[in-house]
């Protein structure tokens, strides 16, 4: 395992006040010690190609995608480019847009906005300064004007960031002449958004570090006027090219946020005939602070066999995560990202990836088995919720026990008859106990015994 834990020997003893909102076992936060149980990092499972950028007014450098859910349906902007290979030039850049009832088939509409080559038949949605790397994000800033229900970012090099708004994501209007932001690098997909936990706008952006591609932030209360940008703290982490961040809050848990980087390789080439060395793949990463972030060293998103996303610059991970349905009857709904492949040739566009909700990391154990106790840590509910999976023959126990590590009576191992199936929310009990109302706002720890089974999340309820 090669996740970097950071200061867990000496925070044992720090009480963790989660109240009932949903705690992922994306890093160390929650957890005291692990016998047996390690974080495992969970791959996405590749499904379908969902678009592909052929479009006239598209290409085979068409990137830097923000996909997001909003009111009924999904959206879907990115940079429509094309490069000559022949003359070794760009041909354009636009920012285009697509948009879905479920997140598989994708639609592009002809919007008769701008034209391009004579006609306003396209899906042309921004036509402007910030072409190159154009994101837009709802804005969700209770406080939020009529007129920029809707933001972007765009810019790049000694310009800087530029603000945008727009009323219904599809017109939209520099906010002010200037840029916003001027301390970075920005040949990258920058992005803003509102982050409901701190309520203020937070912003990553490229910056180098060392000739190597690294991330900053900064805040704002107005989306105007920022704070000084400062790089992210990766720890203990190798320096490495992150390309993108694609970093955004955790729909059901936004104090957890989490980035989905392109790791660029630049000096390894695997198809002779690309103009340009380098390949790719996708990390993970979280953080709960914007700031200090824990960085998984594996790939989330290998190239895998195709010949063709190991092409320079590919397996980019889309900005946003959408929840789709499953495509078997009675399934629960999955979490969905998007995944660019064939990069720099006609067949240049994106593959829907899917996870289980709450999917990205689990406390994992073998046949043999394995445990693992929280810190000492204060609920707010009176049921414990679960989010687990285990084999046919795997199992997953609870243990409530006080701060010192002594079993509660009545909620021990031993009351906890073995859990096992696959399940989203699973309620504990304790020889048909449920209710912990009498331990609801007391000091506890929580002990999981698991058996060829994985651990995803935990929750308490009222």
């Known amino acids: 395992m090669s996740f970097l834990l950071i200061g867990v020997a000496d925070q044992n003893d720090e009480i963790r006040n989660i109240g009932s909102r949903l705690e992922l076992f994306v890093d160390d936060w929650l957890i005291d010690k692990m016998d047996g149980a390690t974080l495992k990092l969970n791959n996405p499972i590749p499904r379908e190609s969902v678009i592909t950028f052929d479009a006239e007014c598209e290409g085979n450098t068409s990137a830097y995608v923000t996909v997001f859910q909003d009111e009924g349906k999904y959206r879907m902007y990115y940079r429509g480019s094309k490069y000559d290979f022949q003359n070794k030039k760009d041909l354009h850049e636009v920012?285009?847009?697509?948009e879905s009832d479920d997140g598989i088939h994708w639609r592009k509409p002809e919007l008769n906005l701008f034209e391009f080559n004579g006609s306003k038949k396209n899906n042309i949605v921004w036509k402007g300064i910030g072409?190159?790397?154009f994101t837009p994000f709802k804005d969700t800033n209770p406080n939020v004007e009529p007129d920029a229900k809707y933001k972007a970012f765009g810019g790049v090099g000694d310009e800087g960031l530029h603000a945008f708004k727009s009323p219904d994501g599809i017109h939209w209007t520099p906010i002010q002449?200037?840029?916003?932001i001027t301390e970075g690098h920005f040949d990258s997909q920058n992005l803003?958004?509102?982050?409901?936990?701190?309520n203020c706008y937070m912003d990553f952006h490229r910056q180098f570090n060392e000739n190597i591609r690294d991330i900053m932030t900064c805040t704002s209360n107005d989306f105007i006027n920022w704070t000084k940008p400062v790089r992210l703290n990766f720890g203990d982490a190798p320096k490495e090219h992150l390309y993108t961040n694609a970093i955004t809050p955790y729909y059901r848990a936004p104090h957890i946020l989490m980035g989905f980087p392109k790791r660029f390789a630049e000096g390894r080439k695997k198809v002779d005939e690309d103009l340009w060395t380098g390949v790719s793949d996708g990390v993970f990463m979280t953080s709960r602070d914007g700031l200090n972030w824990h960085r998984w060293l594996e790939a989330f998103v290998r190239p895998g066999q195709w010949r063709e996303r190991w092409r320079q610059r590919n397996n980019m991970t889309a900005w946003g995560i959408v929840v789709t349905k499953a495509d078997t009857q009675?399934?629960?709904?999955?979490l969905s990202i998007y995944v660019s492949e064939a990069y720099c040739t006609e067949k240049n566009g994106l593959r829907r990836y899917t996870l289980r909700i709450d999917g990205f990391v689990s406390v994992n154990a073998p046949y043999k088995g394995g445990e693992m106790i929280t810190k000492p840590l204060i609920f707010d509910g009176n049921r414990l919720i679960i989010n687990y999976a285990t084999s046919a023959i795997g199992s997953v126990r609870v243990e409530i026990m006080d701060q010192d590590g002594k079993a509660i009576p009545g909620f021990s191992l031993d009351d906890c008859p073995e859990i096992y199936g696959d399940e989203i929310e699973k309620i504990v009990e304790w020889k048909g106990k449920r209710d912990l109302s009498a331990l609801s706002g007391k000091v506890v720890r929580l002990r999981f015994v698991l058996k060829d089974a994985d651990l995803y999340s935990i929750?308490?309820?009222k």
């Open 177 to 180: 002449d200037k840029p916003v």
């Open 192 to 198: 803003a958004f509102w982050n409901p936990v701190s």
């Open 131 to 133: 072409n190159h790397n």
């Open 95 to 98: 920012t285009c847009y697509a």
């Open 330 to 334: 009675g399934m629960p709904d999955e």
């Open 459 to 461: 929750k308490f309820d």
